[in-house]
């Protein structure tokens, strides 16, 4: 688990206005302005015709509906949002990156969680497995990952 204090601005316009994140499973947000909304990503397969294989809504397919609730004179009191590699990437995600310690069934999540105050954004890695182990192999790679990616983004951060 790493914490990054990100710039607010900079990072926002990623999170709402760019692609950068939309493959990511959202898992979960919640937005306080005027009110508090509370988004639960799972996917009800009930709903649908022809269900998604997926298991979460992907956070480009809600981002849109987030900004509308953040966007405005005023900036929202707080938000968080916990966004999570998708699991039909995990596979892919351990090959690429030569975790060989780790069955894809093995993970629940490999989570980004980013937190608004008011004033400031920070986003917190996280790994969730379905088993215990002292093994921290995923969770450091994920570490890596996430600084990686925010580089490569150019989402500024200390």
């Given at each position: 688990m790493i914490i990054f204090n990100?710039?607010?601005?900079?990072?926002?316009?990623?999170?709402?206005?760019?692609?950068?994140?939309?493959?990511?499973?959202?898992?979960?947000?919640?937005?306080?302005?005027?009110?508090?909304?509370?988004?639960?990503?799972?996917?009800?397969?009930?709903?649908?015709?022809?269900?998604?294989?997926?298991?979460?809504?992907?956070?480009?397919?809600?981002?849109?509906?987030?900004?509308?609730?953040?966007?405005?004179?005023?900036?929202?009191?707080?938000?968080?949002?916990?966004?999570?590699?998708?699991?039909?990437?995990?596979?892919?995600?351990l090959h690429q990156h030569e975790v060989s310690s780790f069955r894809p069934s093995d993970i629940q999540g490999l989570y980004l969680n980013f937190k608004y105050d008011g004033t400031n954004l920070k986003c917190v890695t996280g790994t969730s497995l379905s088993l215990f182990t002292m093994d921290k192999t995923l969770e450091d790679t994920w570490d890596h990952f996430a600084r990686e990616f925010f580089l490569k983004q150019e989402i500024d951060f200390e």
């Open positions: 990100l710039k607010t601005k900079n990072c926002m316009q990623h999170l709402l206005l760019k692609t950068t994140f939309d493959s990511f499973s959202l898992i979960e947000g919640e937005i306080t302005t005027y009110n508090t909304f509370h988004v639960d990503g799972y996917l009800h397969k009930r709903f649908f015709e022809d269900a998604p294989a997926k298991e979460y809504s992907s956070w480009g397919d809600l981002r849109e509906f987030c900004f509308q609730i953040i966007r405005g004179k005023r900036t929202p009191l707080n938000f968080r949002f916990i966004l999570s590699l998708p699991r039909n990437d995990f596979e892919e995600f």
